[in-house]
């Protein structure tokens, strides 16, 4: 899909910005902030301003750091005082109402008490209004999401984005809510929440790509990393047939399995922590 450039980047200078709002200090001089354009023809460019902006995101995110994960948790989004336990998704969303009273990635979209978040809820309402752009530079926008989109085979996850290239997210039920990286893991989008004013740093993040994540993929993939995989899901009881080296469905639901138990984000993908719990190394 083709996109618009939705978020131009205005030079922060102090006519940019609005009547009452102060220039950043220090190393924020040097940082953009990404505004709805008010005469682009877009979902986006309708949305009035919130107030709020993605560093306030951010922070709410990160008052919540070391509460407890539930994988598909619900997150009363009304409820200001909640602690968790949290999913990726409702974490995310919940940060964003929290920060802004707007409803994202969640089902219905006009009442709290109701909504529910999802990650595909997240990509597909992401999609409609434009608000996708590359992740990479997500990762130099504080507040944006980041996202792992499902398929009807692998589970989606979704962080936010610190800026720096790291995180605030709902990883899993070993580790909680933490602050992690975006670097050596496999992501698809970053999302700007139509109705929020982001900061993007004018240097963005060095990330490290890391070693391939082994998932799912059209056509399918093959291999010794695979076999060995599979050979390890075979002996702890989670994967019935023979070594074939392809990661196809069968592979990935004994990986989500074995991530659920062992306290990792199972989402059927098989990368540097997933390889390291099953006593492999990532090829």
Known sequence: MAKRDLHPVLTASGDDLPEGDELPDGPELGVAFAAFHPLAASPAASVP???ATGEQVLGVARQHLGEAYVLGARAPMGNAAWTGPWDCAEFASWCVYRASGILFGTEPRSDPM?????TGYWFQQAQASEALIDWREAAGIAGAAVLRR???AQTGHIVVSDGQGGTVEAHSSQRGVIAGTLSSRRWDWGILVPGI??????????LVSGAPTLHLTS???QGDGVSAVQRRLIALGLMAGEVDGIYGPQTAHAVRA??????????????VLTLAALGLTAP
């Open 49 to 51: 301003f919130s107030g």
């Open 114 to 118: 109701l909504a529910d978040a999802y």
């Open 150 to 152: 499902p398929t009807n």
């Open 197 to 206: 004013r982001y900061l993007r740093a004018s240097a963005p993040p060095a």
């Open 219 to 221: 056509p399918l993939t």
């Open 258 to 271: 074995f991530q659920a138990r062992a306290g990792l984000v199972a989402d059927g993908e098989a990368g």
